[in-house]
C-alpha cells in the first residue's frame, strides 16, 4: 500500500547527487513503495535541498534490516568519536 | 489482402487542469475516423513514469483515445519522475479535489477530440486506483470506473489527512458509473477484507459493479517491470478491462490488436 508514512528531519551538511555535491537542509524518511529497490516497501532516504528543487535530491531505499544496521552504524560511528573527542567541536 | 489500417499516435500535450491549469499529459490515440471511446489514465504513486505512458499506448493501441495526466506536473515541471514523485510523496501526496478537477480536465479534453465517442472511462493503479473510485462518487463526467488494487478506499478517521479528506468508500452511494474492481488476494492494503467491505457497500447502494480477486498476487500485479508483477493474473486483468470498456463505453475505433 501507499503508507505515507514520513518522518522529516532538519540537516545541515552536503550530498553528492545528480547535480554533484550541494547543501542539505533536510531528510525525508519513509517506509513506502520503492522506486528501484526489489521489494514491496523499502526504507527510503531523500536527502533533499528543497530551495534547489526536485533533482537536489539523494535518495537510498534499503530492505527493513539493512536500514537498521545503518542506523547502527550511524549511531556507532557517532559514539566513537564523541569518545575520541573528535565531536566537542560540533 | 493488406493489413487492417490499425495507426495510433503517442505525444505529450498540454491540458487545462484543475482550476483552468496547464498541466503536462500524455496522450495516446487511434489514428482512425472512429469513434473512438476514451480513457482516463490515472497514473500510480511513483509517478507518470515509463509505465503510466506504456499502459497509456496500450489503450490507443486496442482502440481507445487515452491521456495521462501528469499529476505532479504543478509540484515538480520537468522533473524526473521519481523526483516529483518523491517530492509529492513527502507533501502527503496528491491532494484529492486537485486530482479530480485534473482528471475531469483530461476526460474534457478526450471528448473534444474530432474522432471521441463521447463516452470516457477513468482507470487507476495504486493510490491511482483510489482516485479512480473517488471519482466515479464525485462527478457525472465519467461513463465507467476501473480500480486497480486501489488501497485506502477503506479509511478510518486516522488515515485521512487535509489533502485526503475523506474515505472513498463512505462516497459510495454517489458513484454514479459502473465499477471493475481488480484485487490481488495477497495485497495488504486493500486487503480481502477491505475487498469485502467494498463490496458490501456497493452491494447496499445498489450499484453496477464486478470485483475481482487473483490468487497469488499482492500490489501492484500489474507492474511489469517490479518484483510483484503477476503475468498469468496481468494477462487476465486486461481481458476483463477491455471487456468492461467495451461494454460500457462502447466499441474500440478499431479491432483490438492480437
Known amino acids: 500500500m501507499c503508507t505515507y508514512l514520513t518522518e522529516h528531519v532538519a540537516l545541515s ?49 534499503l530492505d527493513p534490516a539493512a536500514a537498521r544496521a545503518l542506523a547502527e552504524a550511524i549511531l556507532a560511528t557517532l559514539a566513537s568519536a564523541e569518545s575520541m573527542g573528535a565531536l566537542s567541536a560540533h | 489482402m493488406t493489413p487492417s489500417y490499425d495507426a495510433v499516435l503517442s505525444e505529450s500535450v498540454t491540458l487545462a487542469g484543475h482550476g483552468g491549469d496547464p498541466i503536462e499529459g500524455y496522450l495516446a490515440r487511434p489514428l ?36 495521462c495526466p501528469n499529476l505532479y506536473w504543478r509540484d515538480a515541471p520537468g522533473a524526473s519522475p521519481d523526483d516529483a514523485a518523491a517530492k509529492v510523496r513527502a507533501e ?64 478510518g478517521p486516522e488515515d485521512l489527512t487535509p489533502r485526503r479528506p475523506v474515505a472513498p468508500l463512505e462516497l459510495t452511494a454517489q458513484l454514479h458509473c459502473p465499477l471493475l474492481g481488480l484485487f490481488g488476494a495477497e ?33 501492484s500485479f500489474l507492474q511489469h517491470d ?11 486483468a486486461y481481458e476483463l478491462i477491455f471487456d468492461f470498456f467495451g461494454r460500457h463505453l462502447g466499441p474500440p475505433a478499431f479491432a483490438p490488436a492480437g
Open chain 2, 226 to 236: 517490479r518484483p510483484a508483477y503477476r503475468p498469468e493474473a496481468a494477462a487476465r
Open chain 2, 32 to 67: 482512425a475516423p472512429g469513434p473512438a471511446p476514451g480513457v482516463v489514465v490515472i497514473h500510480h504513486m511513483p509517478g507518470y513514469d515509463f509505465d503510466a505512458k506504456q499502459i497509456t499506448r496500450t489503450f490507443a493501441v486496442q482502440g481507445y483515445s487515452a491521456l
Open chain 2, 92 to 155: 502527503g501526496g496528491e491532494p484529492d479535489d486537485r486530482c479530480i478537477g485534473d482528471v475531469l480536465g483530461a476526460a474534457r479534453y478526450l471528448r473534444g477530440l474530432a474522432n471521441a465517442g463521447g463516452k470516457v472511462g477513468v482507470i487507476g493503479f495504486c493510490s491511482g486506483g483510489r482516485q479512480a473510485y473517488l471519482i466515479g462518487c464525485s462527478t457525472d463526467e465519467v461513463d465507467a470506473v476501473v480500480s486497480c488494487y486501489g488501497g485506502r478506499v477503506v479509511a
Open chain 2, 187 to 219: 495485497d495488504a492494503n486493500p486487503s480481502p477484507e477491505h475487498r469485502a467491505r467494498i463490496e458490501e457497500e456497493l452491494r447496499r447502494h445498489g450499484k453496477d459493479f464486478e470485483l475481482h480477486s487473483f490468487d497469488g498476487a499482492g500490489h
Open chain 1, 13 to 61: 551538511g552536503s550530498a553528492k547527487g545528480q547535480l554533484g555535491w550541494f547543501p542539505v537542509s533536510t531528510a525525508s524518511v519513509y517506509f513506502d513503495h520503492p522506486f528501484d529497490a526489489p521489494f514491496e516497501h523499502a526504507l527510503c532516504i531523500d536527502v533533499l535541498d528543497p530551495a534547489s528543487g526536485p533533482a537536489a535530491r539523494v535518495a537510498v531505499e
